[in-house]
């Protein structure tokens, strides 16, 4: 098993910036891509960013731009770094461990944290 641990979170006004950050810890071994996903009140999760082990990085074309997904997924720590925050990026934040292979996501391999809350409110 995989535990994602995430930090982070808040309330920010609009326009603002803010970080969040995870790391992973246990059987972290099968693990190649580190990511961001969020939920926002009544809709689904959807992507935010992903990291690869080989640093290839993926984003939610509402985030590009504005958001900036880092970290060492060997070293198991992954960080979003949100600017120009826009009330509809509100949501609950997730981390995400997964092994991949291609677009292929094994479930056997697909690990979330419990979430972190972002607030972007005036």
């Known amino acids: 098993q995989v535990q994602l641990v995430e930090s982070g979170g808040g309330l920010v006004q609009p326009g603002g910036s803010m970080r969040v950050s995870c790391i992973a810890s246990?059987?972290?071994?099968?693990?190649?891509?580190m990511g961001w996903y969020r939920q926002p009140p009544g809709k689904q999760r959807e992507l935010v960013a992903t990291?690869?082990?080989?640093?290839?990085?993926n984003y939610a074309d509402s985030v590009k731009g504005r958001f900036t997904i880092s970290g060492d997924v060997a070293k198991n720590t992954v960080y979003l770094q949100m600017s120009s925050l826009k009330p509809e990026d509100s949501a609950v934040y997730y981390c995400?461990?997964?092994?991949?292979?291609?677009?292929?996501?094994?479930?056997?391999?697909?690990?979330w944290g419990q979430g972190t809350q972002v607030t972007v409110s005036s």
């Open positions: 990291i690869t082990s080989d640093g290839a990085t």
């Open positions: 995400n461990a997964a092994r991949v292979i291609g677009t292929l996501l094994l479930t056997k391999y697909n690990y």
């Open positions: 246990g059987s972290t071994a099968n693990i190649n891509r």
